[in-house]
């Protein structure tokens, strides 16, 4: 009896090897077993049986990992389905699938067909409307005289585990959990929550670049459990399936949630500093009543960018193709991509000469303006390295990592000091994340928010002045399928990434003279490109992209091309999928 093998890595398979006679009824379909695999031993999944094969001379299987199948036929369709969409091999999602269940054992089916349900309400009241649809559950499954139930909470990030997890103490059917724990999400539950389904934690950076809210809907359909997805600002994916009836959705009023002030900030071209009149006028009035404000500046350290005056030179990161942050409170220069720092007094490397000026505005620098004008006030900055809570505080500064207290932190005033930058963003979902945001930092403002702006027209400042969320969605999916994007079409990024620029660079050119060739002409293929970022963590990076409506076609034709080519065995390439 022979087994088909495959194996953790980026590598097809299957693999065939010899079942001994003494472990022919210990192996079967979905069992883990021990082989060799080259000078090693190692560990994996057998995916099918034969009679015979192919190949003269097999190695045996040493030993079975458990006394027991840990997938069954179901689990092995959903990992194909997975991997033809995603572009890893089999054995890299099974591997995913073991390591992040809570038990090895095969998945459960139920005999059901899923309800799908977005309900649109605000951050605070996540936890209640949670506990609502649940108590629904138990009551119809009581009726029908069964106290049988079992729920899933997906959650962003870890700090939001345990605000739930405080939330639903006692409740033993309630189980919580963060992105990788979509793949325990089988029929053993009643319902899967998905809390805010747009956060980009959702998204694995990773291979397999899987994104959870497409693999919780698919699973869903497999194993039968229920979904409700609860979040303000839902992805416009999710939006799209409202739209054509795929999911029902249902909202609570919004009516407690101030409608943004855009701030023009053409109008006060003259006046220095960052802050405009209104908002500082605001924040003062705050203050004289005894209330809370908070800033929101997605930008860390005192300066963005610091350059020589005498020789023009940008001070870089040694590791990454990116300028140094100066933070004066550290007194240091730091990269953003790993954990390079330089000293305060670090001279010019180019003319050996202490002449930098910095330039950008950072929290820290909105920190020093803030010191200057309000003087009395108790002011704090907090960001996602600051691992400390927020503390007693007048005006607040800080980055979007605030979020991970909303629902518990509350404000009279909040105001954007750049949001031009959130819109700016080289990025497909930029009009859609800055309009998330500042309906999440909204949800926090008990009487105001400000926008400063210098383009006050954008649709997307346009729907948060008038409370348009209808009209905001409209307007995005329209985009979307003007310039073909998800979930009208698919972007696929090939990335080439490898310590040599020059054999980084001709591999991503090569593959991308053989994908002309082999694509076919429903596909939009770009030229290999530097990443924004061309080197990080001394890794030059290459990419090229591809469109199509039907992801697995191109994906597979993609696979097969690149399986073609030779390429330096020190570059890697991955497929991130709608990056």
């Known amino acids: 009896m022979i087994a088909q093998v495959v194996f953790d890595l980026p590598l097809d398979g299957p693999f065939d090897y010899l079942i001994p006679v003494q472990l022919v009824s210990k192996?079967?379909?979905?069992?883990?077993?021990?082989?060799?695999?080259?000078?090693?031993?190692?560990?994996?999944?057998?995916?099918?049986?034969?009679?015979?094969?192919?190949?003269?001379?097999?190695?045996?299987?040493?030993?079975?990992?458990?006394?027991?199948?840990?997938?069954n036929a179901l689990d092995l369709t959903f990992a194909q389905d997975f991997c033809a969409y995603y572009g890893c091999s089999l054995g890299e999602t099974l591997a995913t699938m073991l390591r992040n269940k809570k038990e090895l054992k095969p998945s459960i089916q139920r005999d059901h067909k899923p309800v799908r349900t977005l309900y649109r309400c605000q951050p605070h009241s996540?936890?209640?409307?949670?506990?609502?649809?649940?108590?629904?559950?138990?009551?119809?499954?009581?009726?029908?005289?069964?106290?049988?139930?079992?729920?899933?909470?997906?959650?962003?990030?870890?700090?939001?585990?345990?605000?739930?997890?405080?939330?639903?103490?006692?409740?033993?059917?309630?189980?919580?959990?963060?992105?990788?724990?979509?793949?325990?999400?089988?029929?053993?539950?009643?319902?899967?929550?998905?809390?805010?389904?747009?956060?980009?934690?959702?998204?694995?950076?990773?291979?397999?670049?899987?994104?959870?809210?497409?693999?919780?809907?698919?699973?869903?359909?497999?194993?039968?459990?229920?979904?409700?997805?609860?979040?303000?600002s839902p992805s416009v994916e999710l939006m799209a399936l409202v739209r054509d009836h795929g999911i029902k959705m249902i909202e609570e009023p919004l009516a407690s949630v101030p409608k943004?002030?855009?701030?023009?900030?053409?109008?006060?071209?003259?006046?220095?500093?960052?802050?405009?009149?209104?908002?500082?006028?605001?924040?003062d009035l705050a203050l004289k009543a005894g209330k809370k404000s908070i800033l929101v500046l997605n930008r860390k350290g005192s300066y963005r960018l610091t350059r020589c005056v005498d020789c023009a030179e940008v001070l870089k990161c040694s590791h990454c193709d990116s300028p140094l942050v100066y933070s004066r409170a550290e007194g240091k220069y730091s990269c953003r991509h790993c954990t390079y720092t330089v000293p305060?007094?670090?001279?010019?490397?180019?003319?050996?000469?202490?002449?930098?000026?910095?330039?950008?505005?950072?929290v820290e620098q909105l920190q020093t303006e803030l010191k200057k004008q309000f003087p009395q006030a108790k002011i704090q900055t907090f960001e996602r390295s600051n691992l400390n809570t927020i503390q007693n505080f007048d005006i607040l500064i800080s980055t979007q990592a605030v979020l991970r207290f909303q629902g518990s932190l509350q404000v009279s005033v909040a105001a954007f000091i750049d949001f031009d930058a959130e819109l700016?963003?080289?990025?497909?979902?930029?009009?859609?994340?800055?309009?998330?945001?500042?309906?999440?930092?909204?949800?926090?403002?008990?009487?105001?928010?400000?926008i400063q702006t210098r383009n006050i027209n954008h649709y997307v400042l346009q729907s948060l002045s008038k409370a348009n969320t209808k009209g905001f969605y409209d307007e995005e999916l329209k985009l979307r399928k003007e310039f073909g994007f998800s979930p009208f079409k698919h972007w696929v990024k090939i990335s080439w990434r490898g310590k040599v620029e020059k054999s980084t660079k001709e591999a991503a050119e090569g593959a991308y003279k053989a994908l002309i060739k082999s694509a076919s002409e429903n596909y939009t293929?770009?030229?290999?490109?530097?990443?924004?970022?061309?080197?990080?963590?001394?890794?030059?990076?290459?990419?090229?992209?591809?469109?199509?409506?039907?992801?697995?076609?191109?994906v597979a034709c993609?696979?097969?091309?690149?399986?073609?080519?030779?390429?330096?065995?020190r570059v890697i390439v991955t497929l991130n999928i709608d990056p």
């Open 27 to 71: 192996i079967v379909v979905g069992t883990r077993v021990k082989v060799p695999f080259g000078p090693k031993i190692q560990i994996g999944i057998v995916i099918g049986l034969l009679e015979t094969s192919s190949i003269p001379k097999l190695k045996p299987i040493l030993s079975p990992c458990e006394a027991f199948p840990v997938l």
């Open 126 to 232: 996540y936890a209640d409307k949670i506990k609502k649809i649940i108590d629904g559950y138990r009551r119809r499954y009581q009726d029908m005289g069964c106290d049988y139930c079992h729920f899933f909470i997906l959650v962003p990030d870890s700090f939001r585990t345990e605000v739930f997890a405080q939330a639903f103490k006692g409740l033993g059917s309630v189980r919580i959990g963060t992105r990788s724990s979509v793949f325990d999400c089988d029929g053993q539950f009643d319902c899967v929550f998905m809390v805010d389904d747009q956060d980009a934690s959702y998204k694995q950076e990773q291979t397999p670049m899987y994104e959870t809210r497409q693999v919780l809907l698919a699973r869903s359909s497999l194993f039968g459990f229920d979904l409700a997805f609860v979040g303000i």
């Open 424 to 450: 700016n963003r080289l990025d497909m979902r930029s009009g859609f994340n800055a309009f998330s945001l500042a309906l999440h930092i909204s949800c926090m403002a008990l009487e105001s928010v400000f």
């Open 344 to 362: 305060g007094d670090t001279v010019c490397p180019n003319c050996h000469k202490p002449s930098w000026k910095s330039v950008g505005i950072g």
């Open 558 to 569: 993609i696979k097969s091309t690149l399986k073609e080519i030779k390429r330096p065995s």
């Open 525 to 554: 293929l770009t030229p290999p490109l530097a990443d924004m970022v061309g080197r990080k963590r001394d890794q030059f990076r290459f990419n090229v992209m591809l469109q199509a409506d039907n992801v697995p076609l191109l």
């Open 260 to 283: 943004a002030r855009l701030v023009d900030l053409t109008n006060y071209k003259f006046v220095p500093g960052l802050l405009s009149p209104p908002v500082r006028d605001a924040i």
